[in-house]
Nanobody, 125 residues
Framework: QVHLVESGGGSVQAGGSLRLSCAASGNTYSSYCMGWFRQAPGKEREGVATIATRGHNTDYADSMKGRFTISLDNAKNTLYLQMNSLKPEDSAMFFC??????????????????WGQGTQVTVSS
C-alpha cells in the first residue's frame, strides 16, 4: 500500500503558475502508474495527467496539454504537476493517485485505488 500527501495548492491570478507536489510513502518499491486528477464543485473527477514510475511515460488530458507538465522524482518518491497559464476554469481540488502497474492505462479515476487528500487550486480572473 502507498500513502500519498499533496501540497502546493493555493490561490493565483489567471495566467499564473503553480507547482503541486505529491509525496509518496509506504510500499514505494513496486512499479506504479501515478496520476493527477481534479474535481470542481458539482462536477465529476477528471484525469489531468499520468506518468509511469518505470520509464516515465506520460499521458495528458487534451485540455491540459501544453499548459501542464507531470514529472516524477523517484529518488524523492515525489510526483509533481507544473501548471502554467492557469485559467479560472482550472479551479478545483487536485488529487494525486496511484495504481500498482508497470504501465498506465488511461485517465479513468476508477483505475486508481490509492488517493491523497487533495489540495485546492483557485484561479481568479
Amino acid at each position: 500500500q502507498v500513502h500519498l500527501v499533496e501540497s502546493g495548492g493555493g490561490s493565483v491570478q489567471a495566467g499564473g503558475s503553480l507547482r503541486l507536489s505529491c509525496a509518496a510513502s509506504g510500499n514505494t518499491y513496486s512499479s506504479y502508474c501515478m496520476g493527477w486528477f481534479r474535481q470542481a464543485p458539482g462536477k465529476e473527477r477528471e484525469g489531468v495527467a499520468t506518468i509511469a514510475t518505470r520509464g516515465h511515460n506520460t499521458d495528458y488530458a487534451d485540455s491540459m496539454k501544453g499548459r501542464f507538465t507531470i514529472s516524477l522524482d523517484n529518488a524523492k518518491n515525489t510526483l509533481y504537476l507544473q501548471m502554467n497559464s492557469l485559467k479560472p476554469e482550472d479551479s478545483a481540488m487536485f488529487f494525486c493517485a496511484a495504481a500498482r502497474s508497470v504501465h498506465c492505462y488511461g485517465l479513468d479515476p476508477n483505475l486508481f485505488p490509492y488517493w491523497g487528500q487533495g489540495t485546492q487550486v483557485t484561479v481568479s480572473s
